[in-house]
């Protein structure tokens, strides 16, 4: 019979520290190789048949998993957060970290995340990169209003980043500013202009997009839900038949508290920390809004808001418009609302 294999990695910028096990747990090769794909290509034929190799999730695994599949062995990727046996020891380098990776592999103690398709994580990479862009504009639209409050000079909030308005009020301010201060502004409102140009391209190439158009159009069928929000359900959830229930994506959404129950008793948290962070805050900036689209959710948010508060009234916004997304996309059909049924049906 064949002895599979546990190889454990240990990934970083530069190097790589891989242990290699055997299912009883004597080490047969450790060492550490250069991070790049030509060193893999050397060494990996010196591995012994069969293997499964594990590492950890961090920025550097993408590649490297990516280059790993192409040999026979099987991979895996662990959630950072669940690898406490790597950071609770009291000796801590990069050579015992890929021997306890090995070891966990071996014994089956693994905590294995999901791994999204080499596809949907390039175009994921883009969403996320558009979302920097918009936060960089954001910076850059509050910096400009706060050149102005320094100096004193009395603008329109809602009308300042307006071209037309912004122009105007350069002109008439030109001689109550500082010398420096329109040259400074008019480098923001390009640099503004130049990143809103940005966006609408990063935006307008995602949907147009073969791979994602047909699912985000059913999505967006949803009242509330528009492109972006849209985009980063598909993108960030990925497989939809990985997720078993409404409950699974509410807590992969980071829209439910944690629970910490010990001796009887149990203590939760308002909202999770161990969430994906860009669908959480895309969808309780939507659950703001969708309440003006869709009465039901408006209804929803009345009730929950006078048991409690304005956030628990939009959370319930938000679990909801996580049951919808996730109905749409299992069935892969447009969102129809629910009718009341005839009074002979109900009885």
Not at 29 to 45: F, K, R, S
Not at 126 to 154: D, P
Not at 231 to 242: C, H, N, S, V, Y
Request: overall charge positive; charged content about 25%.
């Amino acid at each position: 019979m064949l002895t599979t294999h546990y190889v454990g990695l240990d990934i970083h910028k530069k190097t790589i520290s891989f242990c290699v096990r055997q299912s009883d747990g004597t080490i047969l090769q450790e060492g550490t190789v250069a991070a790049n794909c030509q060193t893999l290509d050397e060494w990996l034929p010196r591995i012994p048949q069969p293997w499964i190799a594990g590492m950890e999730a961090t920025m550097f695994t993408g590649w490297v998993y990516d280059h790993l599949l192409q040999y026979s062995g099987q991979l895996k990727v662990a959630h950072p957060a669940m690898l406490k046996a790597i950071s609770a020891g009291k000796k801590k380098n990069d050579r015992v970290d890929a021997q306890k990776i090995s070891d966990l592999l071996r014994c089956n103690y693994f905590p294995e995340c999901h791994v999204a398709s080499r596809e949907i994580r390039d175009r994921r990479r883009v969403l996320r990169y558009r979302n920097l862009i918009v936060r960089q504009s954001v910076q850059m639209k509050n910096r400009v209003g706060s050149m102005l409050m320094e100096t004193g000079i009395l603008y329109n909030k809602q009308k300042l980043h307006q071209r037309r308005y912004f122009s105007q009020l350069l002109r008439d301010q030109a001689n109550a500013m500082p010398n420096s201060m329109p040259e400074l502004l008019r480098l923001s409102r390009l640099t503004i202009d130049g990143l809103g140009l940005m966006n609408k391209q990063l935006l307008q190439a995602l949907h147009t997009d073969q791979v994602l158009a047909d699912r985000v159009q059913r999505l967006m069928t949803i009242p509330g839900v528009g492109q972006v929000l849209s985009l980063t359900w598909a993108l960030e959830m990925g497989d939809i038949t990985r997720f078993r229930s409404v409950k699974d994506a509410i807590s992969y959404c980071g829209l439910c508290g944690a629970e910490q129950s010990s001796g009887g008793k149990t203590q939760r948290s308002p909202i999770s920390k161990q969430r994906n962070k860009h669908l959480q805050t895309t969808l309780i900036e939507a659950a703001k809004v969708a309440t003006r689209w869709h009465p039901e959710l408006a209804l929803l948010y009345e009730r929950e808001k006078q048991k409690a508060n304005r956030n628990r009234g939009t959370l319930a916004v938000a679990r909801k418009i996580v049951a919808y997304l996730l109905a749409v996309d299992r069935s892969k059909r447009n969102f129809e609302p629910a009718h009341e049924m005839p009074i002979s049906d109900q009885a």
